[in-house]
């Protein structure tokens, strides 16, 4: 059975620098982002509960994960599949994964926060203009989730970084 890695934390926390540095450190680990799967803008409890449903599950029971990517550019499905295989480590990161569903399968669970201003000019810098307009709009979802699931509570791991 594989070990089971959620990295949760809001926009801009250094998730995904995290999660890759964490793969990087396994021989062989699968890495997946929900920004693969959230179904757009407003979409990140459809892109957690996707996750646990169409690729945690699924390689736990030893099968292949697989999800449809979102085209931001366009605001659409994209027509591709992408395909995780059963690997000895899954990795899951992205906004809104650690719920007490996902917790209660995963075997190790991080939190990762920064200040808010931080994780603004992260994001910003990182996805420029095209994340601006949705900044609010994003930050409004992180805070249900907040409110809804209680990832810091749920984690094995906090991490408040700079």
């Given at each position: 059975m594989p070990t089971v890695i959620l990295v949760d934390?809001?926009?801009?926390?250094?998730k995904s620098t995290f999660a890759a540095m964490l793969a990087a450190s396994f021989d062989e680990a699968a890495l997946v982002a929900l920004d693969?799967?959230?179904p757009g803008w407003d979409g990140l409890r459809?892109?957690?509960?996707?996750?646990?449903?169409?690729?945690?599950r699924p390689v736990l029971a030893g099968r292949a994960g697989e999800w449809e990517t979102w085209d931001w550019a366009r605001?659409?499905?994209?027509?591709?599949?992408?395909?995780v295989g059963p690997a000895p480590v899954l990795i899951v990161e992205g906004a809104g994964v650690l719920t007490p569903a996902s917790a209660a399968v995963a075997d190790?669970?991080?939190w990762l926060d920064a200040p808010a201003r931080t994780r603004r000019?992260?994001?910003l810098r990182r996805d420029g203009d095209a994340y601006r307009p949705h900044w609010?709009?994003?930050a409004a979802q992180e805070e249900d989730h907040?409110?809804?699931?209680?990832?810091?509570?749920?984690?094995?791991v906090v991490l408040d970084l700079p």
């Open positions: 934390g809001r926009s801009g926390a250094g693969e799967i959230y459809q892109g957690a509960d996707t996750a646990l449903t169409q690729v945690i605001g659409i499905p994209s027509g591709r599949r992408r395909v190790v669970r991080v000019e992260r994001a609010e709009r994003w907040l409110r809804a699931h209680g990832p810091r509570d749920l984690a094995d």
